[in-house]
């Protein structure tokens, strides 16, 4: 998502933009809340919003900051020091995010863990009944059999047939196929001819990407 840059304080509330909305932060702390912009009205995340129909804070303080900078004026540039701040915000949601994935991660290993062993002592108690019939069934030379809560089939199975030592194999040319030579899309020598001369070559399609963005921390920033 590209964020136009600006950023403004509105009685006490710092004001990001992007297309899609705006991330409502107050100064002291607190979490940021979203705004979604929607073709008629703004929607707030808040807990206030939420359970009412009145206008929270923040979208209130989104609707100064578009009277004060009405859309097709210039919006004011992010200053270094707000870049700075937001880098370390970044900080501090990664760490957040961490955290999360961590304390999920040990959650989904105990319940990986009770699953495997319930899932053992069901499977060993099917094993009794599953032997049992199958021994009925061979005892009665069944094939199918009906029963009040189901039916009963045994079905013979084709062998598998495993090949230890290929190349012994291969000297008995009864067994022995000849696959044909395959025509596959040298992807590297299209990719280093498209990217250096721009052309589109039949049955391609470039599609150009855009920019990426990317963050390193220093350490200790959170
Ligand atoms: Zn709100």
């Given at each position: 998502m590209e964020l136009m840059q600006t950023s403004i304080e509105m009685q006490s509330f710092t004001i990001i933009e992007s297309e899609n909305g705006f991330l409502v932060s107050g100064d002291f702390g607190g979490n940021a809340v979203e705004v979604h912009r929607t073709d008629t009205?703004?929607?707030?995340?808040?807990?206030?919003?939420?359970?009412?129909?009145?206008?929270?804070?923040?979208?209130?303080?989104?609707?100064?900051?578009?009277?004060?900078?009405?859309?097709?004026?210039?919006?004011?540039?992010?200053?270094?020091?707000?870049?700075?701040?937001?880098?370390?915000?970044?900080?501090?949601?990664?760490?957040?995010?961490?955290?999360?994935?961590?304390?999920?991660?040990?959650?989904?290993?105990?319940?990986?863990?009770?699953?495997?062993?319930?899932?053992?002592?069901?499977?060993?108690?099917?094993?009794?009944y599953i032997q049992a019939l199958d021994n009925f069934m061979h005892m009665n030379e069944y094939s199918t059999k009906r029963l009040v809560n189901g039916t009963l089939s045994i079905r013979s199975q084709q062998p598998e047939i495993l090949i230890k030592d290929e190349d012994t194999v291969l000297r008995d040319d009864r067994f022995v196929r000849i696959i044909p030579e395959k025509h596959t899309v040298d992807k590297a020598a299209l990719r280093k001819y498209c990217t250096q001369t721009g052309e589109e070559i039949p049955g391609t399609e470039i599609i150009l990407k855009p920019h990426k963005f990317s963050y390193k921390l220093n350490r200790g920033a959170e």
């Open positions: 009205r703004f929607q707030c995340q808040c807990f206030i919003a939420q359970v009412s129909d009145s206008e929270c804070e923040h979208v209130r303080a989104v609707q100064d900051y578009l009277s004060l900078h009405p859309p097709q004026e210039e919006r004011p540039m992010l200053s270094q020091a707000d870049a700075d701040l937001y880098l370390g915000k970044l900080a501090k949601l990664d760490t957040i995010e961490g955290r999360n994935l961590e304390s999920a991660n040990s959650q989904i290993d105990r319940i990986k863990l009770w699953l495997e062993m319930e899932t053992e002592k069901i499977t060993r108690q099917k094993d009794f």
